[in-house]
């Protein structure tokens, strides 16, 4: 049986299929299935938990899911056309692997930290906010409510 590019990646990494399983929170069948070129209509947003387990580019490893999505225009895309940038230069620039650039240029990656997204904004000289809008308002949230927090416990112990 021919090795698909996931085993080879998966391979490649030292990793078995319960590895990249138990680290991906994706079960074992799934897992399994995209490994032996079995697994058909899986979501996008598993193929990219697993690629980026395996430290590669969603396109490496599943070529047709990443064209299907290259056409989404999304507002890091947006911006890093803008820039003119390349996802190499995003990730070299910044310090974050390719395939987390890539995912979250694709839209994909919503459990990524905030700091890495931060970073990534940054280097594109745009507001955190603008790419990543509802994290931003959350952000927005939590400053108000620890204001607020600190307000209340300055005015507690000023009470003292």
């Known amino acids: 049986m021919k090795k698909t590019p996931m085993r080879r990646a998966r391979e490649k990494a030292e990793l078995t299929i319960t590895h990249v399983a138990i680290k991906t929170g994706i079960p074992y069948s799934t897992v399994y299935a995209l490994d032996t070129g079995l697994g058909r209509g899986v979501s996008i947003e598993r193929?990219?938990?697993?690629?980026?387990?395996?430290?590669?580019?969603?396109?490496?490893?599943?070529?047709?899911?990443?064209?299907?999505?290259?056409?989404?225009?999304?507002?890091?895309?947006?911006?890093?056309?803008?820039?003119?940038?390349?996802?190499?230069?995003?990730?070299?620039?910044?310090?974050?692997?390719?395939?987390?650039?890539?995912?979250?240029d694709i839209g994909l990656g919503q459990e990524y930290s905030i700091e890495r997204k931060a970073k990534i904004a940054a280097f594109l000289g745009v507001s955190f906010s603008s790419l990543?809008?509802?994290?931003?308002?959350?952000i927005k949230q939590a400053q108000k409510l620890y204001a607020e927090i600190i307000k209340g416990a300055t005015r507690h112990s000023d009470e003292k």
């Open 132 to 138: 990543w809008p509802e994290e931003g308002k959350k």
């Open 47 to 104: 193929k990219t938990k697993i690629a980026a387990a395996l430290g590669a580019p969603l396109f490496s490893l599943w070529p047709d899911t990443a064209e299907r999505k290259e056409t989404v225009k999304t507002p890091m895309r947006r911006a890093r056309e803008k820039a003119g940038l390349t996802l190499g230069q995003v990730s070299a620039g910044t310090g974050i692997p390719l395939s987390t650039v890539y995912t979250l």
